[in-house]
């Protein structure tokens, strides 16, 4: 995909889809990125996946979505415990130490979820999944913005964002589809049984992302010149922009996390969508995100970054709106491909306004600040909002998280619109051949 979002040195050049190679010459993109790039590969695809069928694994274990609300919320609560913490730890010991650790824990952890099915067990080890993949979050915004440049970083997330794209569509398919091979090879397995060999196989190959990640040199960040008023900000003060962004993002991944976990839940048990119908949805609508995400630099070259973002929450809380009034089963597959098409457009913008707006010294920090706010929400928007579709039922519950969305896109435009037309963008931090560079880890 050509750019998600307009830098100044990504506006000219050789589009993506005319000559990729000629595209990949012009970014620049270092050896330290393409290493970085094959560990969140295998990171993505592994856990894209994952996300997808461990809710309906449960389902087959007879979990309503009160159970899977409560377990989503335990995995919520681990992200919020160990955000803050690893963000210190970020700092003190370097970004490379982290990620190792949330390879082999995260892994680890997520297939004992797997093999060990009961409730308890599952509050458990979803609250430490949810502690060790938060490291992850932690580390990877810091770490591209660490490994690119003002002018290539925007492409950078967008290449990213694009292969993830590709993975879970591909991932989408075999969760759709891998029964029926199995049966036209010979081997009959329970529909239980196929899923549980999916999510074990989805843990090997993220794990597959460490042997990238131990060949990874960080370069150290380099310090970058601050206006006089940031300079005497006390150390342990947020940057200003955190103070209006943070809950702008916490309060819009609120909207996500109150129906995402629960998106194929919906529609295998309330639009009674088979499974090999529900695999084909999820990778249709990556390809739906893909084709979409093509709009993105239109939108945001014309609009601006903050009102880009903005346009696409308010397009995601009318579909979401839609979604609720209508009962057909066919448009509702429909409505629900616009959501996810629209729900990602905003996030490459997100990241990319907040990895803009702090320092390099800041990112980490900022990372896991953004991190604990989004997940300090999510926790309790998970567990309410599987408890409430339990009671009231799908339409209703979906109305209010619409009227949420809208309330939320609003409230983005007050907080954030002022605060990024007054801050610069931060000045770029000078990366590329690793030769003569400091590195960490």
């Not at 989408?172 to 074990?200: A, D, F, N, T």
């Not at 903050?306 to 809380?317: H, L, N, S, W």
């Not at 609720?324 to 629209?342: D, I, K, P």
């Not at 609003?410 to 907080?415: A, E, I, K, N, T």
């Amino acid at each position: 995909m050509e750019l998600l979002l307009p830098q100044a040195g990504d506006r000219k050049g050789t589009p993506f889809w005319k000559s990729p190679a000629a595209w990949l010459r012009e970014k620049k993109l270092g050896r330290g990125f393409w290493i970085f790039f094959t560990a969140a590969f295998f990171f993505d695809f592994g856990f894209s996946v994952y996300v997808f069928l461990f809710n309906l694994y449960l389902l087959d274990f007879h979990f309503n979505e009160r159970s899977m609300g409560l377990i989503g919320g335990a995995a919520t609560l681990g992200s919020v415990v160990g955000t803050l913490p690893a963000g210190v730890l970020a700092r003190k010991i370097g970004i490379r130490p982290l990620m190792i650790a949330c390879f082999i824990a995260s892994t680890v952890l997520c297939a004992l979820r797997v093999i060990i099915v009961w409730e308890n067990a599952q509050l458990l080890l979803a609250f430490l999944s949810g502690l060790a993949m938060c490291l992850w979050g932690v580390c990877f915004l810091p770490a591209l913005a660490r490994l690119t440049t003002e002018e290539n970083r925007a492409s950078a997330f967008s290449l990213i964002f694009s292969v993830s794209i590709g993975t879970a569509t591909l991932g989408g398919i075999v969760c759709g589809y891998l029964q029926q091979w199995l049966k036209m090879i010979g081997l009959v397995l329970q529909p239980v049984e196929v899923k549980r060999i999916i999510l074990l196989a989805s843990c090997g190959i993220a794990a597959m992302g460490l042997a990238a990640v131990l060949r990874l040199e960080m370069p150290v960040p380099r310090q970058e010149k601050q206006p006089a008023q940031a300079r005497q900000r006390k150390r342990w003060m947020p940057h200003p922009f955190l103070l209006r962004y943070l809950p702008a993002m916490a309060l819009w991944t609120a909207v996500l996390a109150a129906f995402t976990p629960f998106a194929n839940v919906y529609l295998s048990k309330d639009l009674h969508v088979p499974m090999s119908r529900i695999g084909l949805i999820f990778s249709l609508a990556q390809v739906v995100q893909f084709f979409v995400g093509l709009l993105t630099p239109v939108l945001f070259r014309r609009l601006g970054m903050v009102p880009g973002i903005v346009v696409t929450q308010i397009a995601t809380a009318t579909t979401l709106g839609c979604l609720a009034a209508t009962r057909n089963t066919q448009l509702a597959v429909g409505l629900y491909l616009s959501f996810s098409a629209l729900q990602w457009m905003s996030a490459p913008g997100l990241y990319n306004l907040l990895m803009s707006k702090v320092p390099d010294e800041e990112r980490s920090t900022a990372a896991s600040g953004a991190l604990f706010c989004n997940a300090v929400i999510a926790s309790g928007a998970t567990a309410e909002a599987g408890i409430l579709f339990v009671r009231f039922g799908y339409p209703h519950v979906l109305m209010g998280i619409a009227a949420l969305a809208f309330v939320v896109s609003m409230l983005f435009w007050l907080l954030v619109g002022p605060m990024d037309r007054r801050l610069p963008t931060q000045p770029q931090t000078a990366v590329g051949s690793l030769e003569g560079i400091e590195v960490e880890g």
